[in-house]
């Protein structure tokens, strides 16, 4: 069955730093890249971090290179994305999933953590 449950998101200051978490299911996680994508209102989701199933390689949208950081946990089924010096403009609903190119191949979204960046 596919899962997928972020957490980590709130509301924060320009300038302030989030962790945000993710667990999946073996479905989703195992042999896949991985990301986090992100949705503002009125936008199209786009993808903003990816790291490879064996974590070796990683990719950043040129809107948050040098300020997002992206791990993986494979024991534990587990992304996370550290962002720092968060700007207004990351304000989003974030999620993960399974990677390919630049899009999941999974049609199955979890329900998103939002966060929200403070001017």
């Known amino acids: 069955q596919a899962q997928l449950v972020e957490s980590g998101g709130g509301l924060v200051q320009a300038g302030g730093a989030l962790k945000l978490s993710c667990t999946a299911s073996?479905?989703?996680?195992?042999?896949?890249?991985m990301g986090w994508f992100r949705q503002a209102p009125g936008e199209r989701r786009e993808l903003v971090a990816k790291?490879?199933?064996?974590?070796?390689?990683?990719y950043y949208a040129d809107s948050v290179k040098g300020r997002f950081s992206i791990s993986k946990d494979n024991a534990k089924n587990a992304v996370y994305l550290q962002m720092n010096s968060l700007k207004p403009e990351d304000t989003a609903v974030y999620y993960c999933?399974?990677?390919?190119?630049?899009?999941?191949?999974?049609?199955?979204w979890g329900q998103g953590t939002q966060v929200t960046v403070s001017s």
């Open positions: 999933n399974a990677v390919l190119g630049r899009l999941s191949p999974f049609t199955y």
């Open positions: 073996g479905r989703i996680f195992s042999g896949n890249d």
């Open positions: 790291i490879s199933s064996t974590g070796g390689n990683t």
